[in-house]
């Protein structure tokens, strides 16, 4: 490996977005350090994915933080980029939201990016790297049954700015993607057709992103190509967010 080859971190690499990602750092010649706590997915993820170091490490305290940069230290020349994607999402009504609930969700959402973030700090001001953060639709706008996640992820934004005001000294950009309804395969396991009727007729685009999609946002933000981009929020969602309380009905109109 040269000093020019580039590595990213992406955690919760082991499906989805992350997966999708991992993949397409890959394609662009980057090297991957995947973090995920769910070992038998990582190690099938990543089993013939060349230029990666699967890590099964549980990113929600500062301890596990920690061994991700020990790891990717002794693998990598250097950090270019963090992915912050792990993430869980828990939903029910607000009274059904007990204290063990909220800190699970706090801690993989907004604790685990926190944590992630500054132990790969001293790494990402040497590369003059970059952080993309993955909040949510949900952190935009509210919706039913998700007060943790919500919050979780409207945090996420609000501290991607105070990144982007305050490493932008070393030359650290850091941003974040709030993805709307995506089609993983959890997504299309629990919601129904009804639900993903009512999607559909609430997006702009009529339907649902791709992991691939949300991936490519992520890497251009991590690009030279954005090399002046930093302290932004960017909604993948089809419009979803841009319609407030736009009524579908009316379009025909």
């Known amino acids: 490996m040269t000093d020019q080859t580039k590595t990213a971190v992406v955690t919760g690499a082991a499906r989805g977005i992350g997966l999708a990602t991992t993949k397409l750092f890959l394609d662009r010649g980057w090297r991957v350090v995947m973090v995920d706590r769910d070992a038998p997915a990582l190690l ?23 061994e991700v940069a020990r790891e990717t230290a002794t693998w990598a020349e250097g950090v270019d980029a963090v992915i912050n994607n792990a993430g869980v999402a828990e939903f029910g009504p607000i009274e059904t ?25 001293p790494a990402l001001k040497v590369r003059r790297g970059a952080i993309v953060n993955i909040a949510s639709i949900s952190g935009l706008r509210a919706s039913t049954l998700r007060l943790a996640y919500g919050t979780s992820k ?33 997504a299309m396991a629990v919601h129904t057709q009804e639900i993903i009727d009512a999607y559909h007729d609430a997006i702009p685009l009529n339907r649902y992103g791709a992991e691939g999609e949300i991936a490519s946002v992520i890497v251009f933000l991590c690009s ?30």
């Open 97 to 121: 939201h007990d204290d063990d609930m909220w800190r699970r969700v706090m801690a993989t959402n907004l604790d685990g990016p926190y944590f992630v973030t500054s132990a790969l700090l």
């Open 44 to 66: 099938e993820a990543a089993r013939d994915l060349d230029g990666t170091l699967p890590l099964i490490i549980d990113i929600s305290t500062r301890a596990g933080a920690e």
């Open 154 to 186: 409207a945090a996420v934004i609000q501290m991607t700015k105070q990144q982007a005001v305050e490493y932008g000294e070393y030359g650290i950009r850091a941003n974040c993607v709030a993805p709307g309804p995506v089609r993983t395969k959890l």
């Open 224 to 253: 030279e190509e954005a090399s002046y981009v930093t302290g932004q929020v960017i909604a993948a969602d089809g419009g979803f967010e841009a319609t407030g309380v736009g009524l579908p009905a009316l379009r025909g109109g």
